[in-house]
C-alpha cells in the first residue's frame, strides 16, 4: 500500500460538505482484502487497540487496505479530541487505486493524521513499533495550537448558528464574518470597529484610570513609578497595603498584591519590571476580584475569580496537589481549554513562602493554600459566574468606563466585596479596563451558569436579520459557463450593484481586473468574497478546482449549471463518464441555500435529474416549453424560462414575462442557439436573486458579445468584406453549437483554424473534426507549444484523422503556431467568405486578430 497524494478539501465538495482530507491510495493486489493477510488485524490492533471496528459497509464488499487507513485517520483524530465523523473510500477505474476521504477541523492535524494512520499501516504489515499514544498526544497538541481559541470560537459558533459565512484570514484568532462589503472582522474578542487609539489607552493603566477618575467612576488611587524607592513613597502616599504591577500589562503578569513591607515592595518591582518598563503602584482594595464583560453599551456576564490554589488533605505535598489538580481535563496548557493548568513557579513558590510553606509541605486537611496573589485565568485561576448578582449602580459603572476608553467589548476588572451593592458603599473601584478580553471564564466558568457571550457580539456587528451576505450565483457547466457568468454579472451591474466575476479569464471586481489566467477555482472566489467593495458575487466554478478544493463558498443563492452533454475533460482524475460530470457539476446544485434557487437545464437529462439534490426551489429552463420537465414543472405553479417564437419568456403559474430576441443583441435575433441558452440561464438566475425585470432587459440590451464584455465567445468580426468568428470552443459539444450557430450565417466560402488540447481522449479530439469536415471548405491545423503532455505532432495527427473522408472540407494544411495559422486563414479570404478561428491563447489571439481588423497586420 502507498499514498501517492494527499490534498485537502477546503470546501463543500464532491464527497461531504465538510472540510476533509482526499488520498490517493495504490493497493497491491495481496492489500485488496485484508482478511487474507495473516496476522494483519492482530497486529494492528496491538498497536491501536482503539480504532474501533473494521467491518465493510456492504456485506459482499472487500475490505482493503485502503479502507483500514480510512478507519485509522478517522480514529486518530477522534482521540485526540476532534469532533470529526465521515470519511468513505472509494474504488477507481484503476485496479488497486482507492480515493480515501476523511473529515478534519485543522487542516495540519488532518493532513498528519492522514500520514501517521498511513504509518501504523505500515508498522502492522512490517511487525515493527508504533506508539500510538504519543501519535494522539502528537495530534491533540497540534489541534490545540492550531484551532481557535474559545473566545474566537464563540463568537465564530454564534456567527455561525445565524447563517454567517467565515473565513479564517490567519492562523491565529483574525476571522472575517460575511462576504464582501458586507464583511465584518473580529481578532479573538476585539471588533474592527474598535479604534487603535481606544486600544492604546487600554493599555496605559494609569491613563485610563486618570480618565475614569475624571469620569467620576471609583479607581484605587496611585501612578507610576520609575524606581523602588519612589514606589515605597507612593504606597505611603496612598496608603498600605498597595498593588505593583506593569502599566501596559496584560493576563495577569507581573501583578502582584497586598504588599505591605517594603521588602515585599521591593520584590514585586523586580517581579512587575519582568514584563515591563513602566510600573505602576497603587493602594490595595480589599475584596473579591471581578470581571465585568460590557459588550456595545451593556453588561452581559460577571465572574468572580479566584486565585490558583490547592486544599490540603493532610497526605499530599503542595507540590502533588498541584499536579492532582492539573489532571482535571478542563485544565490545558493554552487558552483552548476552559481552565489553564496551575504552574509552580517561582511566584508561587514565594507567594507560599510568605505563609513558612514549601513545594514540599503537606498542608492540614481542609487548609487552603494560595499559589498566586491575582486571579487569572491565563495563570490558573478558576471563576464563579456572579452575571445575576450585578447591581445596577455597578453595570453602570461598568458601561461608563467602557464607554470612557472607546472600547465595544471590554473586560472590566473589579475589586469589591460583593456585587449585590454599589461600589462607592463599599470602598470598591474598578482597577483595570481591557480591550480584547478573555471570554473563557463566562463561557466554562467553574460554578454556576454558563453564558453564551458569542452572541452579544454578534449581534453587535450584525443587525437584527442580518447575516453579512451577499448575493452570489454559482455558475457550472461543460459550455456556456464564462459568457453565462459574464452576462450575469452585467445584469448585476445594471442594477448598481459593485459585482465581483472570476471566471477562465481573470478575477473582475467592480469592472478592473485584479488578476488574470484561469480563476475559475476556489481560491479566486474567496479572493473575490473577501474583496471590500464587493455587493454581489457571479463565480464561474469549474470542475478542476472543486476536485482539487472544494467550492470556495459554503452555500450560494442561486446555483446554475447550462448543460453535461457528452462531457468534458474526461478520463482526468477518475472522472471517466458523464455521469461522473454530472456527479461534480451538481456539487453547486447540493449547496444552495434553503431560500435559493438551482436554475437547471431542462433538456439534458443528467442537468435536470439535479434538482432532487436542491437544497432550494428549481428554476428550468429550455428553449422548449412543451418538453415534458418543463410542462411539468410549470403545471406544479413552479418557474420556468423558455422561447416562444421570437421571444423569451419566464413563467410562474399563470404569469408571464416576455423579452423580445431582438433586444437581446447577444442572440443575432435569436440565430445563435447556444447563446439563446446561455441568456435563458442568466435571466433565470437575476430572477432567482430578485432583480427588477426592467433592469433585466436594459441589462440585456446593453451586453454586447465583443472581445471586451465576452472575449473569445463568439466575438464577430469584419475583416475587409469577409466574417470573422473567433472562440474558445473546446470540446465536440461546443463545436456542434458552433458549427449550427455558422450555418445560420450567410458565406460563400468558410474556413476554420483549430487546434487540439492534448489532456482530452483521443476520440474527442478526432470528433472535433469529424464534425468540422462536414461544414468547413478550409481546416487550417495548428500546433501550439503547450501540448499538455503529448508528444510532438500527436494531437495534429489525431485531427488529420478526423478529417479522413470529410465530405465537404476539400482544403487542409497543418501550421506550427496559432498566430501563423490565423495569418494563413486571413490571407486566403476573399469578401463574403467566413473563418471561424478557434483560438487558445485567447487574448494574445484576439489581440492578432484586432490588429488585422485595424490594418496594422498583414497577412
Known amino acids: ?76 483524530q477522534a ?41 501504523l499501516l505500515q508498522s502492522a504489515l512490517a511487525d515493527t513499533p508504533f506508539d500510538a499514544d504519543k501519535v494522539v498526544a502528537e495530534l491533540r497538541e497540534l489541534d490545540e495550537d492550531e484551532r481557535i481559541g474559545p473566545s474566537t470560537g464563540s463568537i465564530v459558533d454564534a456567527a455561525v448558528a445565524r447563517g454567517i459565512p467565515i473565513r479564517r484570514l490567519t492562523s491565529g484568532s483574525l476571522v472575517q464574518l460575511g462576504w464582501g462589503s458586507k464583511a465584518r472582522r473580529i481578532q479573538a474578542a476585539e471588533l474592527d470597529q474598535t479604534s487603535a487609539v481606544a486600544e492604546s489607552i487600554a ?71 519582568e514584563f515591563g518598563d513602566d510600573i505602576m503602584v497603587e493602594r490595595f482594595l480589599p475584596g473579591h476580584d471581578f470581571r465585568l464583560l460590557v459588550v456595545g453599551g451593556q453588561l452581559v456576564a460577571a465572574a468572580r475569580r479566584e486565585p490558583p490554589q490547592v486544599l490540603g488533605d493532610g497526605q499530599h505535598t503542595i507540590r502533588e496537589l498541584v499536579e492532582l489538580v492539573n489532571q482535571d481535563p478542563r485544565r490545558g496548557s493554552g487558552h483552548g481549554t476552559a481552565l489553564t493548568k496551575i504552574r509552580l513557579d517561582d511566584i508561587a513558590i514565594a507567594r507560599i513562602a510568605t505563609e513558612g510553606l514549601t513545594p514540599e509541605s503537606v498542608p492540614a486537611q481542609g487548609q487552603r493554600v494560595v499559589l498566586r496573589n491575582n486571579a487569572n485565568l491565563s495563570t490558573g485561576g478558576s471563576a464563579t459566574d456572579v452575571t445575576d448578582d450585578v447591581h445596577p449602580d455597578i453595570a453602570a459603572r461598568a458601561v461608563e468606563a ?73 455558475v457550472t457547466g461543460t ?20 459585482t465581483a466575476m472570476t471566471n477562465t479569464d481573470g478575477v473582475y471586481v467592480n469592472g478592473r481586473q485584479i488578476d488574470s489566467g484561469d480563476c475559475s477555482g476556489p481560491r479566486s472566489a474567496r479572493n473575490a468574497l473577501a474583496h471590500p467593495e464587493t455587493d454581489a458575487a457571479v463565480l464561474e466554478c469549474a470542475r478542476g478546482g472543486i476536485l482539487r478544493e472544494g467550492l470556495g463558498f459554503d452555500r450560494c443563492q442561486v446555483a446554475v449549471v447550462t448543460n453535461v452533454g457528452a462531457g468534458d475533460h474526461l478520463g482526468l482524475n477518475y472522472i471517466t463518464t458523464v455521469e461522473d460530470v454530472a456527479v461534480l457539476k451538481r ?93 435563458m440561464a442568466a435571466i433565470a438566475a437575476a430572477w432567482g436573486v430578485g432583480l427588477p425585470w426592467q433592469t433585466i432587459r436594459r441589462g440585456l440590451a446593453g451586453f454586447v458579445n465583443d472581445s471586451d464584455n ?96 470529410a465530405p465537404r472540407t476539400d482544403y487542409v494544411t497543418q501550421i506550427q503556431g496559432e498566430f501563423n495559422a490565423i495569418d494563413h486563414a486571413l490571407a486566403r479570404l476573399t469578401p463574403g467568405d467566413l473563418c471561424l478561428v478557434l483560438v487558445d491563447q485567447v487574448e494574445e489571439a484576439l489581440e492578432h486578430l484586432r490588429r488585422h481588423v485595424a490594418g496594422e497586420n498583414t497577412p
Open 79 to 119: 482521540q485526540a479530541g476532534c469532533p470529526v465523523t465521515f470519511s468513505r473510500t472509494h474504488e477507481t477505474v484503476e485496479a488497486g487505486t482507492y480515493q480515501v476521504v476523511v473529515e478534519y477541523t485543522e487542516e495540519s492535524v488532518g493532513r498528519l493524521a492522514m500520514e501517521q494512520a498511513g504509518a
Open 587 to 679: 456539487v453547486i446544485v447540493q449547496n444552495v441555500a434553503a431560500d435559493g434557487y438551482a436554475v437547471l437545464n431542462a433538456a439534458d437529462p443528467l442537468v435536470a435529474a439535479m434538482a432532487s439534490t436542491s437544497p432550494g426551489k428549481v428554476i428550468y429552463f429550455a428553449a422548449d416549453r412543451h418538453h415534458p420537465v418543463m410542462a411539468t414543472h410549470r403545471a406544479q405553479g413552479n418557474r420556468v424560462v423558455y422561447v416562444d417564437g421570437d421571444s423569451i419568456v419566464a413563467a410562474e403559474s399563470s404569469w408571464r414575462e416576455t423579452i423580445a430576441l431582438r433586444e437581446i443583441p447577444i442572440t443575432r435575433n435569436g440565430t445563435i442557439t447556444f447563446q439563446v441558452e446561455n441568456v
Open 479 to 498: 459550455n456556456g459557463k464564462t459568457t453565462t457568468t459574464r452576462l450575469i454579472a452585467h445584469l448585476f451591474t445594471s442594477h448598481g450593484w459593485r
Open 402 to 474: 467602557a464607554q470612557t476608553i472607546g472600547l465595544h467589548i471590554c473586560g472590566v476588572d473589579v475589586v469589591c466585596e460583593t456585587m449585590l451593592r454599589p461600589l462607592e458603599e463599599q470602598n470598591g473601584g474598578i482597577v483595570e479596563v481591557n480591550a480584547a478580553p478573555g471570554l473563557r471564564m463566562h463561557l466554562a466558568p467553574s460554578f454556576g451558569k454558563p453564558r453564551n457571550v458569542g452572541v452579544p457580539m454578534v449581534d453587535e456587528l450584525f443587525a437584527p436579520g442580518q447575516d453579512g451576505r451577499i448575493p452570489l450565483v454559482a
Open 710 to 805: 465576452a472575449p473569445g465567445r463568439f466575438n464577430v468580426m469584419d475583416y475587409r468584406g469577409a466574417t470573422l468568428i473567433a472562440d474558445y470552443g473546446h470540446n465536440p459539444d461546443a463545436i456542434r453549437a458552433l458549427v449550427q450557430a455558422v450555418d445560420a450565417m450567410p458565406a460563400q466560402r468558410r474556413s476554420v483554424v483549430i487546434s487540439g488540447a492534448g489532456d482530452r481522449r483521443d476520440q474527442d479530439i478526432t470528433e472535433q473534426t469529424q464534425i468540422l469536415g462536414k461544414a468547413f471548405d478550409d481546416v487550417i491545423l495548428y500546433q501550439d507549444a503547450c501540448q499538455r503532455g503529448r508528444a510532438d505532432g500527436e494531437v495534429l495527427a489525431l485531427l488529420q484523422q478526423g478529417l479522413q473522408g
Open 203 to 273: 493599555q496605559d493603566k494609569d491613563l485610563t484610570k486618570r480618565l475614569l477618575h475624571a469620569a467620576g467612576v471609583p479607581v484605587p488611587l496611585g501612578r507610576p513609578v520609575k524606581d523602588v524607592e519612589e514606589a515605597w513613597l507612593v504606597a505611603q502616599e496612598v496608603g498600605l497595603p498597595v498593588v505593583v504591577k506593569p502599566q501596559d500589562g496584560n493576563q495577569g503578569k507581573g501583578v502582584v498584591v497586598n504588599i505591605t513591607t517594603h521588602e515585599q515592595l521591593k520584590a514585586a518591582f523586580a517581579t512587575a519590571s
Open 1 to 76: 500500500m502507498q499514498i501517492t497524494r494527499i490534498r485537502a478539501l477546503r470546501g463543500p465538495n464532491l464527497w461531504t460538505r465538510s472540510t476533509a482530507i482526499e488520498a490517493i491510495v495504490q493497493c497491491e493486489p495481496g492489500d485488496c482484502d485484508y482478511s487474507a493477510l495473516a496476522g494483519f488485524e492482530d497486529r494492528l490492533r496491538a498497536r491501536f487497540p482503539k480504532i474501533g471496528t473494521l467491518q465493510p459497509h456492504g456485506a459482499d464488499q472487500r475490505l482493503s487496505l485502503a479502507h483500514v487507513l480510512e478507519v485509522a485517520a478517522l480514529s486518530l
